[in-house]
């Protein structure tokens, strides 16, 4: 689902979530952004609720800062949803 973000919009969330200041500059790899998060901390992996909380309880302030690149994924991901639910 993280990978569904933009990267420097997941960022904005996780910095807020957990009081950090990463850069996608900083960030090299292509493999999930969870990924590349848990190895610039050191850790294996992190508590990714903790964002997803963070993203619902102030998704106003979130929502509008959404890159078009974000919201056509999400929209995309949606379309596929739904054409799975369509009579054929």
């Given at each position: 689902m993280e990978d569904l973000f933009?990267?420097?919009d997941y960022l904005a969330i996780y910095n807020a979530a957990f009081?950090?200041?990463h850069v996608s500059?900083?960030?090299?790899?292509?493999?999930?952004?969870?990924?590349?998060?848990a190895?610039?901390?050191?850790?294996?992996?992190f508590?990714?609720?903790k964002p997803a909380d963070l993203f619902m309880r102030r998704r106003d302030q979130f929502l509008p800062a959404l890159s078009e690149?974000?919201?056509?994924n999400?929209?995309?991901i949606i379309?596929?949803?739904?054409?799975?639910?369509?009579?054929k």
């Open positions: 933009n990267i420097d009081l950090k200041a500059a900083n960030f090299t790899g292509t493999d999930t952004i969870v990924s590349r998060l190895r610039a901390e050191g850790i294996d992996r508590d990714r609720g690149e974000t919201l056509a999400f929209e995309a379309d596929r949803v739904n054409q799975t639910l369509l009579p």
